[in-house]
């Protein structure tokens, strides 16, 4: 089965540019959406289709694809953007829908 | 505005069944398909299940596969997990997720409903 994989955590300062990575065989090849959750909330999602924001997410939330390796960038991170973020792709060959391990972004 | 609201979640002995719902509104519910993802206590999220906007099509993560059944009711605007021989690792919190433009994104979440697994 396809599987992702992300770093557990990532630490940046506020006002600075965090980075999360999502790793996979090919990915370029899939369409990658990234979750944000928040303790004890639902997971919301931030980007779709590599780059794509949905309506009320900040300009700061962007995305790459390519290789075999998804990027979720977040720039002038903000305190409230401390959180933990997860890729998500379509597998076509299982028709399975797979979730990256998730990375806790740490607002030092 | 798009609210999914689960419940049926409790305590159940290993073995056991429970039913979870998730009642859908603010959107023409029999017009997308939807999503059963859950997380374990301190993990991250898991797939669980998918069914089509007219219920034909179903899907089911290796997991779960032939003791899980996603339902839905579009006259009740209602999805539910029929969850069947459960296990201790089965314990976690289950979301229903409506899909985006396509079902390949799960762009609206409802809160959630944990389940426990344990004797």
């Known amino acids: 089965s396809y599987v992702l994989t992300q770093p557990p955590s990532v630490s940046v300062a506020p006002g600075k540019t965090a980075r999360i990575t999502c790793g996979g065989k090919?990915?370029?090849?899939?369409?990658v959406h990234w979750y944000q959750q928040k303790p004890g909330q639902a997971p919301v999602l931030v980007i779709s289709y590599d780059n794509d924001r949905p309506s009320g997410i900040p300009e700061r939330f962007s995305g790459s694809n390519s290789g075999n390796t998804a990027t979720l960038t977040i720039s002038r991170v903000e305190a409230g953007d401390e959180a933990g973020y997860y890729c998500?792709?379509?597998?076509?060959?299982?028709?399975?829908?797979?979730f990256g391990g998730g990375t806790k972004l740490t607002v030092l | 505005q798009v609210q999914l609201v689960e419940s049926g979640g409790g305590v159940v002995q290993p073995g056991r069944s429970l039913r979870l719902s998730c009642a859908a509104s603010g959107f023409t519910f029999s017009s997308h398909a939807m999503h059963w993802v859950r997380q374990a206590p301190g993990k991250g999220l898991e797939w669980v299940a998918v069914i089509s906007f007219d219920g034909t099509n179903k899907y089911y993560a290796d997991s779960v596969k032939g003791r899980f059944t996603i339902s839905r009711d579009n006259s009740k605007n209602t999805l539910s997990l029929e969850m069947n021989s459960l296990r201790a690792e089965d314990t976690a919190v289950y979301f229903c997720?409506?899909?985006?433009?396509?079902?390949?994104?799960?762009?609206?979440w409802g809160q959630g409903t944990l389940v426990t697994v344990s004797s």
């Open positions: 997720a409506r899909v985006g433009s396509t079902w390949y994104v799960l762009s609206y």
């Open positions: 998500q792709v379509w597998d076509s060959s299982s028709d399975h829908w797979v």
């Open positions: 090919n990915i370029g090849n899939k369409n």
